[in-house]
């Protein structure tokens, strides 16, 4: 099974930020990515003792205390560095997050019977990598296995998920094709999810109820990111 998280996201204000950081990052100096980090989880730290739920936690990030005293770069290690940025890139998180059981299957079988084409389909449900933020003029996937000669941005990431991001052009180009769609997801077999035991007739007509619903609820999520001109962040949370 699997948690799917959605939230409006201000990736160019995170990219922007993350230049700078970056830039000292570099050159040898770690203290303006670690002393972000440190304000990232104090307010994080805020938040839940309010009674909060942060949307970077909702994706599945944990809330750790950011180590003290690194004063090197060099004795920065590269997984300490990673969970900097996606402290830092949780303020970045602007609305409450959508969740949806089973939502990437569901999303994707959804999309297969309306006949769109896989690679449209996979970028819809699973965005382009976190690094390409850091590092724009990396095309590259994700590596699935990190070590200590992987580079620092490949280190942000939620661990036991899967995280991507959508700009704001494709949020509106996808929010568009797919109203244009909408009355045809009350056609869409359940049979399409082959992961669901369809010939149960209560267990289809809840996964139906289920599909209907959970689209709409995407559907406002990609209109409010359209409403304030910023993407999306999406992560599948695997749930054993």
Known sequence: MAGFHVTVFDYEGF???????????????????????????ERLSECVQKGGSPPI????????????????????????????????????L???????????????????????????????????PIHRLINPNLREEAPSLVDERTPYWHWVRIWGADT?????DDVEAFLRKLEKQREKVNDVAVSEFRWVNYGDPVVAREIKNHLTSSFSAFLEKLGQ???EQHGILMTTVRIS
């Open 15 to 41: 990219q922007a930020e993350s230049r700078t950081l970056v830039s000292s990052l570099e050159a040898g100096d770690v203290s303006p990515i670690q002393d972000r980090a440190f304000q990232s989880a």
């Open 57 to 92: 936690l909702t994706h599945g990030a944990p809330l750790l205390s950011p180590t003290k005293g690194i004063r090197d770069v060099k004795d920065a290690p590269l997984l300490e560095i990673g969970y900097w940025f996606l402290l830092v890139l949780g303020e970045y």
């Open 94 to 128: 602007t609305s409450d997050t959508l969740s949806i059981w089973e939502g990437n299957r569901l999303l994707e079988g959804t999309l297969r019977s309306l006949g769109w084409h896989t690679e449209d389909a996979k970028r819809l449900v699973n965005g382009f």
């Open 164 to 168: 991507g991001w959508l700009p704001k």
């Open 225 to 227: 990111a359209c409403a």
